[in-house]
């Protein structure tokens, strides 16, 4: 009580936020109308001058209230569009590194203008982050025209650009892309082998467009870029076999929890089926054998029980295509990892394509905190505020309207069948359309979209066909007092192609699209039409000239009309076919009607057979409505009903909240660990010398196997020479008499070291004395850079196992995080005395062989999850032309002259396994190459 008081008198906290920014608005309007007369020269001046004024000092803040002058007067120019106040106070928001929630249609895109600017004053470079490569590319030419106008340079990241236009467009002042993209260059970056091949300069501002969509819903699944491993098409068909033979008894499922698991039976039925088969390598399925087995089985259960088509995926032109939870669109080239996209390519019958081996993979959450200054932008954040903070540290802030909202947002209907519901929405759908008012109907998926078609068809009604852009005239006869005829829309990842287009129309009066989410769409539903879109599609083959001229004249005083006809029927009608388990992809619903105050209205119609209250209790609710004797065709509507559900969509949030911290955990230990070995990998691209970084691998390597065998203050006699010996042999491809030495009066281990390192050196300097520093250089720097990576993936597969069997540990009352960091840990020290026995053993042993032809490329590797693209990536590039680096002991040198087995001068240089050349028999290390 006291508290609604106190916000009556002074205002939530978000109005004291909003309140504080309203001076510097002021300060902006004050400068108006000095800034509009400038000529156009004179205000592209301004740049340069705000330049030299960070150069001599000033700050960005300092600078704030000319540059958004200015920026806005260039907007007026350039686009015929100039920032509101509220558009203003957005900007501040994210120049701040906030995250700005402000509603549907009330011009997101041109905000980001402002701090974008500003930001890149710098010259360091800002990220503008988009959730697909139709919405960077069009910003960036859009909003592109003002960063130009202004003398910036600007450039866009979209799939299929090579690594120069990928270099050229991120040393560009402003850079707009996809986060799928910018996380895979950085990855990409961290596979090469030379700085000056690397495409990205440097994580210093972005702004996230959607970051509700980027930052939440897709936090959870990693960026993975993958190497195929062996075909093993015909396991996953056999594993596939036995699930449909699996009785209900036999499976455990948990659909709140997304969870399905075997009982006993189903575990002894299916172990006798696989032993049947000949897929088990001992008799019992849990031996540790077939835990390769066991993995197959369960990915090919969650398959079968957890996925289903035309909701999580589609199968389109023989691919298992994966459909975005969140946006209902397509993702093709994404996917699912650990042989799960497999097991539903088996599913389906498709073909199947090889498993992959992660070669470099990191999450959203830790490539965006990467940046030194993150910002955000989206119409629904609210909700999300807490995790926003907790993860990204990231302050939002609702900034109001520039024009009062006036939408109708009704309370949900609820009915007790799905029948009696959807019969209640073509009722309402009919009336819409009747009345000449547009009707945007959501669904939560392809599948039920397609339901509700069917059955508009059956009560009369034709889908549009959208391929001839002519055709869509149907609509409009409405227009011309005709009766508005029965076609609707269908917005789903079927038909992603036109989706800019279908969506830019749903304002028409007596238009009916039924859209599968309306996240991230990029597109506003303007009432009467978008005429913009309307020219581009339907004069696309009318030249310009005075025929041209008249149809645009036609269409804009068509589509006046037309908005007139809707504002009359009131405006867009959102109706909801039932909720989601988060409320920010419902009110992304509801917030496409009322934009810039237009008039809107918005229902939910849900039953007790949905999802989500199915899965929440949904058999209390209906017997307790059969005894108020709720009859069929009626529904109960009231605010209370409302809260429930809230409640409801609270705790499957929090619940999922609770899962990506979790698992962000987890990953905080792969990302320090990534950290240090890619700053590494970069400090060692940058080293001219590479020779005392292997050296010191060569001395530490060295200095741990003879403290392996030879026991602190011991006598030589009690050391172990021979594995010494043998170890030398293995790593160092040294034949050392080591137990010579341990015979000697008075030898100690230092001295053994010693010896060893001095032998060691004379072998590696030979070598630089052969090839020369160049190609030394080349071949150390190489081989540091192929071993880390190498050993790196493998680092990535034992982590990954790691984690999945980590949770056992709490049977055991331990801990399983603090037992992963600590496992996490050891494995990375084996990595770190892996690395330095991986490098000198290689060094020791390489040859180099005179080769004319070009060396051939690094085997193919394709981004894999979240990357559609396919990359290949070949040495080509860095190795000298005439160079082959060999590794192993027994490739040599190809000998330029006849060898005189009685003239050693002849010989050349000689592998260490190769036979001698005096032709004693022997090998060479054992003849002539033996050291004294």
């Keep these: 009580m006291l508290g609604a008081v106190v916000r009556k008198l002074f205002g939530t906290s978000n109005d004291r936020r909003i309140r504080a920014y309203r001076p510097r608005v002021a300060e902006i309007n004050a400068l108006e109308a000095e800034v509009s007369a400038l000529s156009d020269e004179a205000l592209r001046a301004r740049t340069d001058a705000f330049r030299k004024e960070?150069?001599?000092?000033?700050?960005?803040?300092?600078?704030?209230v000319p540059a958004f002058a200015t920026v806005r007067e260039a907007a007026k120019r350039a686009l015929g569009q100039r920032h509101f106040d509220v558009q203003l106070i957005g900007g501040m928001v994210q120049h701040e590194g906030r995250i700005s929630e402000m509603k549907t249609g009330e011009g997101k895109t041109l905000v980001a203008t402002l701090p974008v600017y500003l930001n890149a004053l710098t010259g360091r470079g800002v990220h503008v982050v988009t959730v697909n490569d139709y919405l960077a590319s069009r910003d960036s030419e859009w909003m592109g025209q003002v960063y130009r106008f202004l003398g910036l340079t600007v450039g866009v990241i979209v799939h299929g650009l090579d690594d120069e236009q990928r270099k050229a467009a991120y040393a560009c002042d402003v850079t707009y892309g996809t986060n799928n993209e910018l996380g895979f260059d950085y990855l990409r970056d961290n596979m090469k082998y030379r700085v000056e091949d690397m495409v990205q300069r440097g994580h210093v501002y972005a702004i996230v467009d959607e970051v509700d969509s980027i930052l939440i819903d897709e936090a959870r699944t990693p960026l993975i870029i993958s190497g195929p491993l062996d075909d093993r098409s015909e396991f996953y068909n056999t594993i596939d076999a036995f699930i449909p033979r699996l009785d209900k008894e036999d499976v455990d499922l948990d659909e709140k929890q997304r969870t399905v698991t075997m009982t006993e039976a189903g575990m002894e039925k299916m172990e006798r089926m696989l032993r049947e088969a000949g897929q088990l390598k001992t008799d019992s399925l849990y031996d540790v054998e077939n835990v390769s087995v066991v993995h197959h089985v369960n990915q090919a259960l969650r398959a079968h029980k957890l996925f289903q088509r035309d909701k999580d995926y589609i199968v389109r032109n023989g691919e298992v295509v994966i459909i975005d939870e969140f946006t209902g669109r397509m993702m093709p080239g994404r996917r699912y990892s650990d042989g799960l996209h497999q097991a539903l390519e088996a599913k389906e019958r498709q073909p199947i394509q090889p498993e992959n081996q992660t070669l470099a993979s990191i999450t959203f959450q830790n490539y965006f905190r990467m940046y030194e200054k993150l910002a955000g932008m989206t119409g629904t954040a609210l909700t999300e505020e807490s995790e926003f903070m907790d993860i990204y540290g990231l302050e939002v802030v609702e900034v109001p309207t520039n024009l009062p909202m006036v939408r109708i947002d009704d309370d949900d209907e609820v009915y007790r069948t799905a029948g009696e519901k959807y019969r209640a929405i073509i009722e309402v759908i009919e009336d819409c359309k009747q009345r000449g008012q547009p009707v945007l109907v959501g669904t939560t998926s392809i599948e039920k979209s397609e339901q509700l078609a069917d059955m508009l068809r059956q009560r009369g009604w034709e889908s549009h066909d959208f391929s001839d852009p002519h055709a869509f005239a149907a609509l409009y006869s409405g227009d011309e007092g005709g009766s508005h005829p029965k076609v609707f829309a269908i917005l789903n990842a079927r038909y992603h192609e036109q989706e800019a287009y279908i969506v830019s129309q749903a304002g028409v009066p007596g238009a009916v699209t039924i859209a599968t989410n309306m996240a991230g769409r990029g597109t506003d539903i303007q009432l009467g039409g978008n005429a913009d879109m309307r020219i581009k599609v339907e004069l696309a083959d009318v030249p310009e000239g005075p025929e041209r001229e008249q149809k645009i004249e036609s269409i804009k005083a068509q589509i006046a009309r037309l908005k007139e006809k809707a504002l009359k029927a009131g405006g867009l009608y959102v109706l909801g076919t039932e909720r989601h388990e988060s409320r920010r992809i419902d009110n992304q619903l509801r917030g496409r009607s009322g934009r810039q105050g237009d008039p809107g209205h918005s229902k939910f119609f849900l039953s007790l057979e949905d999802d989500l209250m199915r899965i929440f209790g949904s058999d209390k609710l209906d017997g307790m409505l059969r005894r108020l004797g709720l009859k069929e065709n009626e529904a109960i509507v009231h605010?209370?009903?409302?809260?429930?559900?809230?409640?409801?969509?609270?705790?499957?949030?929090?619940?999922?909240?609770?899962?990506?911290?979790?698992?962000?955990?987890?990953?905080?230990?792969?990302?320090?660990?990534?950290?240090?070995?890619?700053?590494?990998?970069?400090?060692?691209?940058?080293?001219?010398?590479?020779?005392?970084?292997?050296?010191?691998?060569?001395?530490?390597?060295?200095?741990?196997?003879?403290?392996?065998?030879?026991?602190?203050?011991?006598?030589?006699?009690?050391?172990?020479?021979?594995?010494?010996?043998?170890?030398?042999?293995?790593?160092?491809?040294?034949?050392?008499?080591?137990?010579d030495w341990a015979k000697e009066e008075g030898i100690a281990d230092e001295e053994l070291i010693a010896r060893i390192e001095r032998h060691a050196d004379e072998h590696m300097a030979a070598k630089a004395g052969q090839w020369g520093p160049d190609v030394m250089r080349y071949v150390e720097k190489s081989i540091l850079l192929q071993s880390l990576d190498h050993l790196w993936r493998e680092h990535l597969v034992m982590l990954d196992h790691l984690r999945n069997v980590i949770g056992l540990r709490g049977y055991g009352q331990r801990d399983p995080l603090n037992e992963y960091k600590a496992e996490a840990f050891a494995l990375f020290e084996q990595l770190s005395q892996g690395l330095r026995e991986a490098v000198t053993a290689q060094l020791m042993r390489v040859e180099i062989v005179q080769q004319p032809e070009e060396p051939p490329p690094l085997p193919f590797m394709e981004a894999q999850q979240l990357d559609p693209a396919a990359i290949g990536m070949g040495d080509e590039e860095y190795v000298p032309a005439d160079v082959d680096v060999r590794y192993g002991a027994g490739q040599a040198a190809a000998p330029t002259i006849e060898r005189d087995p009685k003239n050693p001068a002849t010989w050349g240089k000689v592998g260490r396994n190769e036979a001698c050349p005096c032709g004693s028999g022997k090998k060479y290390k054992h003849c002539h190459g033996r050291y004294a």
């Design 54 to 64: 960070l150069a001599e000092g000033k700050t960005l803040d300092d600078l704030l």
């Design 639 to 739: 605010p209370w009903i409302n809260k429930a559900l809230e409640k409801a969509q609270q705790k499957v949030e929090a619940r999922n909240f609770d899962i990506r911290k979790n698992l962000l955990k987890y990953d905080d230990v792969m990302n320090d660990q990534r950290k240090v070995i890619f700053e590494q990998r970069i400090d060692w691209m940058r080293d001219e010398v590479t020779a005392e970084i292997v050296a010191d691998m060569r001395r530490s390597v060295i200095d741990d196997l003879v403290s392996k065998h030879v026991p602190e203050n011991a006598y030589p006699e009690q050391w172990d020479t021979a594995g010494l010996k043998e170890e030398l042999s293995r790593v160092l491809g040294l034949e050392l008499p080591v137990d």
